[in-house]
Each structure stands twice: as structure tokens, then as C-alpha cells.
């Protein structure tokens, strides 16, 4: 990792010095860029859908972000401290017989890194927005670089049940993980308009459910809704599918658990509203990581997922969406160092896992502070 501390951290000055349009793609990571649709659609009927395109639930507090110009001057002349870690990120490899090993009727959560989680479900395998790509970007050889190897490789992946997707941004939908995937699985779960997305990657399009917020579905005994979230969409170099496609959080219920999946999102007032549909949750996974006053709108600051977890009357709070892109301005910690000393102050049950570590839900655990002392 010390070999790529110094070029990882000033990626985004390179890529926006090669070409406007690599510029351009970046924007996959904030909320500066914008575009305009139009026409019918078969989205028409949605409450989201408006205008052409998705859109977010008022937030009369919502805080506007810094124009596209400020942010890629920034990102352009800027510079980044310690947003890449020096030191090997901790990582528990995982083989196919421990995973097999874990107890088929309970629910477990296994960090497989940033976003990306293997379930097992009563016995069935699921993944959360998997991406075992080596860097999140359009292209395969410059964008944001993993900081860790993902503790298990594509090829060793037991039978997956179902894969759930939160919206398409790089960083949560990989074509080469798809790719692979796409007739390995037996249902996708997605939010409107992904199901083009998945069917250009091979998925058969039978395989996939799109759902609206509040919307439902069941596979294998597990009960999906997909929530609303607080963020956008987009992934064409020339931005022109800004918007296209909707994004969402996620409630899992399998057998008498619930676990919420937040997506990307900034704070707003959709998680009370969830919190009280639901009655509460098992284990919240809320984005963690990020965040910058320029974009406030569409990621959370520790505090604020600190926030969303009490208005979901979550009983424990499990951080993602860190410790595996560069992707923001504050140090690669400073979100398991703010979570951490909120959650140790308000008393709440966190979940800060290495990677490649298992969470049974409901299951007493020790959290440790594993990135301590790493520079």
C-alpha cells in the first residue's frame, strides 16, 4: 500500500488534467453536475419521477452545494492529507467452508469492503452493492484504487440468492462484478430504471425486480422494501443519463430480524419516516464516509448518520461506505474516529468491523477500534 499512498491520493488532479471528459465521470462521486431529461417513460407514474427525471423528497433543511466549478478547482488545486492509509488495511480472508460453517438459522453480515456485504439469510447468500473491482471509476486504469484486497475473490463466492443494488454510481454498481455474476444469480433487487443497467451486463432481465420506494418484493423466505434515500445518480462520461435512474435505501427482513441498508444518502427527514413504518431495526448499515461541505446534501457527516440511526430506532449501528476508496477530503479514519467516540458517548451498540469479519445479528460482540495506531 505505501508503494501507492502519494499517486492514489492526487488521482482526481490527474484525471481531470487529461481530459474534460474524465473530468466529467467524477462526478459520479459528488453532487455537482447536472442534466436535463425529457419524453415519455415507463417511470411517468412515480412520485420521484418528474420532469424527465428521479428526484429527491423535499428537505426544507437541506444545505446547497458548492457549484461544479468550486468543486473540481478544489479537487484540481486542492490537496489531500492522509486520505490514503500507509499502512496494510486489516483484512480477515474468508474461504467458502467458513462461510458454510456459520449457523443456517440466523442472520449474519460479512464486510466484504466500502459498501459491499455478503449476507447469509437463514442459511441463503446474498450481496449488498458488490464491487470487487480494483478501482471504482468508467475506466480500468485510473480512478479511486482499493486500499485492501476483498477477503474473498469472485470465483469463491458460494451460490448467491439474490443480489440488492442502492443506485449506480461506480462505487456501489461494478460491471465486471456484475458481469460475472449475471446469470450466478437468481433475483436482483433494484431500484427503477436499473434493470437496463444490469441487462447490458448480461443479466437476464426476468432476474430483476425494480421497485420504487416504498415498494416490496420476497425471494427465499426475505422480504424486501426499497426506502427512500437522499442522494442521485449517473454514470455516463457525458452526464447525460444524470438522474435517470432512481437510487434508495433498503429494509431486509428474514425471519423475525430487520436490517436496514442506507445506501448513499445525506440526512433527511425520510429515515423518521421509515423509523416509524418499520417499528425500528435489528442492525442499521449507515453510510459513514465521504462526506464534504461542498456536497452535503447526498452523504452523511458521523454526526448526521449518528442522527439517521436514532430516527430509524435502530438497536445497533453498523458504519459503511469507509476505509476502502479515496473518495472525499478528510482523513481515511476520521470516520471511524468520529462514530466511534459519538456512539461511545450516546452509549449505542456499534458495529465498526474489519474487514472480511462476521456480524450475527442479534449477537453480542466487542468492537474494537481496529484502525487505531494505523497511519
Not at 426499497?226 to 437510487?247: I, K, Y
Request: charged letters at 20%; aromatic letters at 10%.
Amino acid at each position: 500500500m505505501a508503494d501507492d499512498s502519494g499517486s492514489q491520493g492526487a488521482y482526481l488532479p490527474r484525471l481531470l488534467r487529461r481530459s474534460a471528459v474524465l473530468a466529467a465521470a467524477g462526478c459520479a462521486f459528488v453532487a455537482g453536475c447536472s442534466s436535463a431529461g425529457g419524453g415519455e417513460t415507463p417511470y411517468d407514474k412515480s412520485p420521484q419521477f418528474k420532469g424527465g427525471v428521479f428526484q429527491n423528497m423535499p428537505n426544507p433543511e437541506l444545505l446547497p452545494a458548492a457549484s461544479t466549478w468550486r468543486i473540481w478547482s478544489r479537487f484540481i488545486v486542492g490537496s489531500k492529507v492522509d486520505t490514503v492509509p500507509v499502512d496494510p488495511i486489516p483484512v480477515r480472508a474468508l474461504t467458502p467452508q467458513s462461510l458454510d460453517a456459520l449457523a443456517a438459522d440466523a442472520n449474519h453480515v460479512v464486510r466484504l469492503g466500502h459498501s459491499s456485504h455478503l449476507l447469509k439469510l437463514k442459511g441463503k447468500y446474498w450481496l449488498i452493492d458488490p464491487v470487487f473491482s480494483e478501482r471504482v471509476s468508467p475506466f480500468t486504469w485510473v480512478g479511486p484504487k482499493r486500499f485492501h484486497k476483498p477477503p474473498i475473490q469472485l470465483e469463491q463466492l458460494p451460490p448467491i440468492e439474490a443480489v440488492i443494488l442502492s443506485h449506480d454510481h461506480y462505487d456501489h454498481l461494478d460491471v465486471a462484478t456484475i458481469e460475472y455474476l449475471a446469470t450466478r444469480v437468481q433475483r436482483y433487487f433494484v431500484p427503477l430504471g436499473i434493470r437496463a443497467r444490469l441487462v447490458e451486463m448480461g443479466v437476464p432481465a426476468e432476474r430483476v425486480t425494480e421497485l420504487d420506494w416504498w415498494q416490496g418484493g420476497e425471494h427465499a423466505g426475505v422480504k424486501l422494501t426499497a426506502t427512500p434515500a437522499q442522494h442521485f445518480s449517473g454514470r455516463a462520461v457525458t452526464l447525460t443519463d444524470r438522474d435517470r435512474t432512481l437510487w434508495a435505501s433498503w429494509v431486509v427482513q428474514s425471519g423475525d430480524q430487520r436490517i436496514f441498508y442506507s445506501g448513499d444518502s445525506g440526512y433527511f427527514p425520510g429515515f423518521k419516516q421509515i423509523g416509524e413504518r418499520f417499528g425500528g431495526f435489528d442492525l442499521a448499515l449507515m453510510e459513514n464516509g465521504a462526506y464534504d461541505a461542498y456536497w452535503p446534501g447526498v452523504h452523511m457527516t458521523p454526526e448526521q448518520s449518528v442522527q439517521a440511526f436514532e430516527d430509524l430506532r435502530g438497536k445497533a449501528l453498523y458504519s459503511v461506505h469507509n476505509s476502502t476508496f479515496d473518495l472525499a477530503f478528510h482523513t481515511w479514519h476520521d470516520p471511524l474516529d468520529r462514530i466511534a467516540d459519538l456512539a461511545q458517548a450516546k452509549k449505542i451498540d456499534l458495529a465498526t468491523p474489519v474487514i472480511g469479519e462476521v456480524l450475527t445479528v442479534g449477537q453480542a460482540r466487542t468492537n474494537v477500534r481496529w484502525w487505531a495506531g494505523l497511519k
